[in-house]
Structure formats: structure tokens, C-alpha cells
């Protein structure tokens, strides 16, 4: 039994090598979210813990490879949904180009309208579509998070799991 692609696969690529590091990056960060209780976690991510509280001293802050990295201490923060969040100063809004990841655009998300986002036809999308007659000309997007509102925890939850 053979596959077939309509676009193989690239021979530079390691599949197999990219899942394993993911799982295992799934793992160590897993490790770290047990240290803090669940009702003071407040965002996780593949690459960030948020939380309240004062738990710093769990984890070994740095600069090299495997240190945690402070982004910020003591601020106020706002996550409208995963991979949208603003924390003091900062505005992380996953599908957005970085130019667009501005505090006016991070207001209209919490509205819930929508945002311009234009991107270009990239050569990969042609080939895709096997048409290259639009490549390098831009698509009209709209952005848009389809759940607004403030992430809510159910203390019940927690309440039943710890018996």
C-alpha cells in the first residue's frame, strides 16, 4: 500500500524527530505546571506559565537554555482566549503579524470586531492551488476571535478533586 501527496513531504524534514521534541517539551512543561495549585494558574502555554501569587521561588530564573525567562512581575493581565493575552506592556495575539499586535487592536479583539488582516498569496498557497497567476499579491482577511469574555474557572472542580 502506497500514500500519495499532492504535494510530498520535504526530504529535509524530520517528522518524526519534531514530534518527539514536542512531546517532550509537553512533558517538562507539565512538570512545571504542578507546581503551582490549579486555582492560582492562570494561562499556560507551550512556552509560558502565568500565575498568581508568589511561586518564583520554585523555579530557577536565568538566561540560558532551560532557564525560565521574567517577562513580568506584578502587572495586570488580560487573556481574552488562548494565544491572546496582554500582560502589562506586552500584546501577544497569535495569528496576527507583529506590526498589527498593537494595544487599539487588542481593544477591538475584546469587542469583538473584527481586524484587517491582510496577508500575501505565498508561493506554497499557488502551488496549493496549482495557480500562480495571484502570487505575491495580497488577500483580503478578516481577523477575528470568536469567543470573547474572560476565562472563568469552576472552583467546584477543584473543590471535587482534591477529595
Request: aromatic share 12%; glycine share 4%.
Amino acid at each position: 500500500m502506497t500514500k500519495t501527496y499532492k504535494i510530498p513531504p520535504k526530504s529535509y524534514c524530520c517528522y518524526i524527530l519534531s514530534a518527539y521534541t514536542n512531546a517532550m517539551a509537553r512533558i517538562l512543561m507539565y512538570d512545571q505546571y504542578k507546581k503551582i495549585p490549579p486555582e492560582d494558574l492562570l494561562y499556560t502555554d507551550t512556552d509560558n506559565i502565568i500565575f498568581k501569587g508568589n511561586y518564583l521561588n520554585k523555579y530557577q530564573i536565568g538566561t540560558k537554555m532551560g532557564e525560565f525567562k521574567l517577562i513580568e512581575t506584578n502587572v495586570n493581565c488580560n487573556i481574552i482566549k488562548e494565544k491572546a493575552l496582554q500582560i502589562g506592556t506586552l500584546i501577544k495575539i497569535s495569528g496576527l503579524r507583529k506590526d498589527q499586535q498593537t494595544t487599539e487592536n487588542f481593544q477591538k479583539l475584546t469587542k469583538g470586531e473584527n481586524i484587517n488582516n491582510n496577508k500575501m498569496i505565498t508561493y506554497e498557497e499557488s502551488l496549493k492551488a496549482n495557480n500562480f497567476d495571484y502570487m505575491g499579491m495580497q488577500k483580503k482577511e478578516e481577523f477575528q476571535i470568536t469567543t470573547t469574555g474572560k476565562r472563568q474557572r469552576n472552583p467546584q472542580y477543584y473543590k471535587n478533586k482534591a477529595e
